[in-house]
């Protein structure tokens, strides 16, 4: 299963993108946001993590996700969630809809960034999923 490609994610396999969902909480959590969002970046997080198998980055998940806070911007147009990592997990894999997005509890206005779940790994699902 773990080298099964991801048709979402063209060239990577189950385990680049387990890597990579592990890898975006755990950099934010060590600071490492200076690129954050580009091909280097998230090609880095496949680079540490992938090596690793989907244990680790599965198992690194339930350490990073509960103290996960997103936080995006600055300034006047800080915006902040605080939710859980199921909530989480289902966000950042496209098991959300922009309307369930807009629903959680954001501290600020996050409409401004939402356009950078499309067009990525990380867009919306067309419809809400309820689990």
């Known amino acids: 299963m773990a ?15 387990a890597a990579h969902v592990y890898g975006v909480p755990r950099d934010v959590a060590d600071g490492n946001v200076a ?14 993590f992938a090596p ?6 599965v198992s690194g998940w339930n350490e990073v996700a509960p103290a996960f806070h997103a936080t ?6 800080r915006v902040r969630l ?6 989480l997990h289902r966000v950042l894999t496209g098991r959300r809809s922009l309307g369930q997005i807009r629903a959680l509890p ?8 939402l356009a950078v779940f ?11 999923i309820v689990e």
């Open 82 to 87: 605080e939710t859980d990592s199921f909530t």
């Open 3 to 17: 080298a099964i490609p991801v048709p979402a994610c063209p060239g990577w396999s189950v385990t680049d993108l």
């Open 106 to 113: 954001w501290e600020g206005d996050p409409e401004p960034y």
């Open 35 to 48: 690129e954050d969002g580009t091909p280097g970046w998230t090609g880095a997080q496949v680079e540490r």
């Open 118 to 128: 499309d067009g990525s790994p990380l867009t919306p699902a067309a419809y809400d």
């Open 72 to 77: 995006i911007g600055g300034g006047s147009r």
């Open 52 to 57: 690793k198998g989907l244990t680790a980055p």
